[in-house]
């Protein structure tokens, strides 16, 4: 009672941005801490994604910035996700992650989020049953918000993707005591045209550009 299906509160698009933002930090902790790490459970809701992993000490800030920012590198560079269906032994000789004590049945579906700058010629591949998005750059910016012991051995992070917070709702929305744009994936060039046009001194925020600022 009280557990989610495979760790997920729905299959929301929110959610399914959390799922896949959850794999690349999974990968992304083996990167930048250790290879051994592996998932230990997780929780997932249109909020935020909770993930528990094996690691025996508290995280440094600068280890927590560099693990976001290997998670927000890669979804700039608009990761093509791919699903296949294979046998479990398959998967597993194939370098597909798997969660610690879990089950699985014999045919699985493996997730892999496709890098062809890298030698394996993929960044995450792990064994589960979705859903995702099709490619890393329908996440948002990636944050972590908390990072705590919860067991002897097992840490959890607890993470958002600022999309969920300032651009869901809107297409765009100025908040003039901020000089702050708020851009949706639905703005185009044209908007970014007329700001600019305006000559005013605002900070752009948007998942699908940069962060930048455009002064007078």
Request: proline share 3%.
């Amino acid at each position: 009672k009280g557990r989610f299906s495979s760790g997920l509160a729905d299959h929301s698009e929110k959610t399914t941005r959390l799922h896949t933002a959850t794999h690349l930090l999974n990968e992304a902790l083996r990167i930048i801490l250790d290879k051994s790490i592996k998932q230990k459970g997780s929780n997932i809701t249109p909020e935020r994604l909770r993930f528990d992993f094996n690691f025996p000490r508290k995280l440094s800030d600068w280890e927590i910035k560099e693990i976001e920012n290997l998670v927000n590198k890669k979804i700039s560079e608009s990761l093509k996700v791919e699903k296949k269906e294979m046998p479990l032994k398959k998967a597993l000789n194939s370098g597909a992650q798997s969660e610690f004590g879990v089950k699985y049945p014999e045919k699985v579906s493996v997730y892999t989020i496709i890098d062809k700058n890298d030698k394996k010629g993929w960044f995450s591949k792990e064994i589960c049953t979705g859903p995702h998005v099709k490619n890393t750059k329908e996440i948002g910016k990636f944050k972590i918000i908390k990072e705590e012991s919860v067991a002897a051995g097992i840490r959890r992070i607890k993470a958002i993707v600022e999309w969920n917070f300032l651009l869901s709702e809107y297409k765009m929305k100025t908040f003039s005591n901020q000089n702050t744009i708020y851009i949706g994936r639905n703005a185009g060039d044209e908007i970014i045209h007329e700001i600019k046009n305006a000559k005013k001194s605002v900070k752009i925020v948007s998942p699908y550009l940069s962060e930048s600022y455009i002064k007078e």
